[in-house]
C-alpha cells in the first residue's frame, strides 16, 4: 500500500488508455442510476478495487434534510456490530473487447473542497493515461414509468457531442447550480481531457407517495448505451427481472387507485419517447455511401423481387 496527493494505492494495475465511469451518490442520484448504476457494472465485470482517498477532508456528516451522507451503523442487543461510512473507492477491470480498460469511481459528492476533490479524481486519470472520463446521474421527475426514460448529455467538447449524436440523447442548455458531476467534466476541460455527462429521468410521483428509491429501467437506459459505446459485454438479465418486478407493483397500484391511473395515462398522452437502438458502427457519410448503393442495386428491379 503506498499513498500519492491523497490516494491511497492497494495496486497499481496495468491498464491500456482506461476509460473512468464516476457514480456519485448524492445530489443527482436519483432512482439511485449513479451509485446503483456504478455498482452494478462493478459487479457484472468482476472490478477489483485498488485505491481510494479519504472522506473526512470533503463530507459533511451532519447536513440539515440529508441522512444519506451519514455514517450507517448497525447494532444488534445493544452492541455495535458493523459501521459503514461514505466511501471514495476506485475499481478497475480489463476489456479484452476494447482498447480500453475500465476505471470505476463510486464516490460520494463532496460537501467541502470541490476543487481539490475533482483535482484528486483527474489526478489518478493522469497516472494511468484515461483517456475519457464518463459522469451519469438521474433526477427525480414527473415521467411515465410505462416509457423509456430520456437522458440529457452534456460534454466537454463539439467532438465529444457529435459522437454522442448517434445515441438518441438531448443537449443540455440548462444554466443554474451545478452538480459535481458537471464539476468534474469542468476540470477534465481545464487538463484537456475528453468528458461527458448523461443525466436520465428517474419516475418520481409525490403527489400519490410513491418514490421509486432504485429505478432500474432508468439505470439500464444509461448502461446500455454505456455498454455500446464501450463495447462492454453486460448481462442485463438481473435489471430486466427488476424492471418488470417493479413495473408490476406499479400497475397494482393503478389497478387499485383509479385517480393514479388517470395520472398516469395524462403523462404517457404528454411524453415524448426516445427509446435507444444501437447504433450502427459506421460514419454518416458510409451510411449515405451504403445507402445509395442500395438504392442503385434495387432501382432496376422489378417490382415484389
Known amino acids: 500500500m503506498d499513498e500519492r496527493d491523497n490516494l491511497i494505492f492497494d495496486s497499481r494495475p496495468a491498464l491500456r488508455s482506461p476509460y473512468i465511469l464516476c457514480g456519485l451518490n448524492g445530489w443527482v442520484n436519483g432512482g439511485d442510476v449513479s451509485a446503483g448504476g456504478i455498482e452494478y457494472l462493478i459487479k457484472q465485470l468482476r472490478a477489483e478495487k485498488f485505491a481510494e482517498f479519504?472522506?473526512?477532508?470533503?463530507?459533511?456528516?451532519?447536513?440539515?434534510?440529508v441522512e444519506n451522507l451519514r455514517p450507517m451503523f448497525k447494532m444488534q442487543d445493544g452492541v455495535i456490530v458493523e459501521a459503514r461510512f461514505p466511501k471514495n473507492e476506485f475499481y478497475y477491470a480489463t476489456n479484452p473487447a476494447s482498447d480500453h480498460d475500465i476505471i470505476f469511481f463510486l464516490g460520494a459528492e463532496p460537501s467541502l473542497n470541490w476543487e481539490e476533490y475533482a483535482d484528486t479524481v483527474l489526478?489518478?486519470?493522469?497516472?494511468?493515461g484515461a483517456s475519457r472520463l464518463i459522469t451519469f446521474g438521474g433526477i427525480l421527475d414527473r415521467s411515465p414509468y410505462t416509457r423509456q426514460p430520456r437522458i440529457s448529455c452534456t460534454c466537454t467538447s463539439v467532438k465529444v457531442k457529435n459522437e454522442m449524436q448517434k445515441y438518441n440523447v438531448t443537449f443540455s442548455s440548462r444554466e443554474g447550480p451545478a452538480s459535481f458531476n458537471l464539476?468534474?467534466?469542468?476540470?477534465?476541460q481545464k487538463r484537456g481531457l475528453d468528458g461527458l455527462n448523461l443525466t436520465v429521468r428517474?419516475?418520481?410521483?409525490?403527489?400519490?407517495?410513491?418514490a421509486i428509491d432504485y429505478s432500474p429501467k432508468s439505470v439500464k437506459a444509461v448502461l446500455v448505451r454505456l455498454a455500446h459505446m464501450m463495447n462492454l459485454d453486460v448481462n442485463f438479465e438481473e435489471l430486466n427481472k427488476t424492471i418488470?418486478?417493479?413495473?408490476?407493483?406499479?400497475d397494482f397500484i393503478r389497478q387499485q387507485n383509479p385517480q393514479f391511473n388517470t395520472y398516469v395515462e395524462e403523462l404517457?398522452?404528454?411524453?415524448?419517447?426516445?427509446?435507444?437502438?444501437?447504433?450502427?458502427?459506421?460514419?454518416?457519410?458510409?451510411?449515405?455511401?451504403?445507402?445509395?448503393?442500395?438504392?442503385?442495386?434495387?432501382?432496376d428491379r422489378p417490382h415484389g423481387q
Not at 123 to 128: I, K, Q, S
Not at 183 to 188: D, E, H, I, P, V
Open 54 to 65: 479519504p472522506v473526512a477532508r470533503y463530507h459533511l456528516y451532519q447536513v440539515p434534510g
Open 123 to 128: 489526478t489518478l486519470a493522469g497516472d494511468f
Open 183 to 188: 464539476m468534474l467534466l469542468r476540470t477534465c
Open 202 to 210: 428517474a419516475p418520481y410521483y409525490p403527489e400519490f407517495n410513491v
Open 244 to 250: 418488470t418486478e417493479l413495473e408490476g407493483k406499479l
Open 268 to 299: 404517457e398522452k404528454n411524453y415524448v419517447e426516445m427509446p435507444y437502438q444501437e447504433p450502427l458502427d459506421i460514419s454518416a457519410n458510409e451510411a449515405i455511401k451504403f445507402a445509395e448503393e442500395f438504392l442503385r442495386q434495387h432501382k
